[in-house]
């Protein structure tokens, strides 16, 4: 079972989430609403997390593949509904920059099984938005 305990650092908003093994984060809320912009917001983290998710399973599945990966950097971006409570995403992408002299096929194949088949938070997000991913080669 997975455990998350939150506490309030200060203000209205500013929270830390704490897992079982002591490792945190922070969270608030945007200046609009009474926050102070001290962490990231929640649906930023749902990002964040895909982005996470998505990573770990790509340099997995290269390493499998034997790929030499030097790098990886991700970039996530999500719209989400306009004037509506609550407002969930409706688009998601995510853009992988793999740097290292790496097969492009194989590349390939490790972010389509990622975001495809393996990330959950890919999967879960998948219920409300259209999760598109793109990728590129930076030979290192």
Request: charged share 30%; proline share 2%; hydrophobic share 40%.
């Amino acid at each position: 079972m997975v455990k998350i305990e939150l506490h309030r650092v200060s203000g209205d908003f500013h929270l830390e989430a704490v897992n079982e093994n002591g490792n945190a984060l922070q969270m608030d809320a945007s200046p609009k609403i009474g926050g102070t912009d001290k962490g990231l917001r929640p649906m930023q983290l749902l990002l964040a997390a895909l982005g996470g998710c998505s990573t770990m399973d790509v340099v997995s599945i290269l390493k499998k593949q034997r790929q030499e990966l030097k790098d990886i950097k991700i970039t996530i971006t999500g719209e989400r509904e306009q004037d509506e409570v609550p407002a969930l995403y409706t688009e998601v992408h995510v853009h992988f920059k793999l740097y290292g002299q790496l097969d492009k096929d194989k590349v390939e194949k490790a972010v389509s099984l990622s975001v495809e088949k393996y990330c959950s938070v890919a999967k879960t997000l998948e219920a409300t938005a259209e999760v598109t991913y793109s990728f590129e080669i930076i030979d290192a």
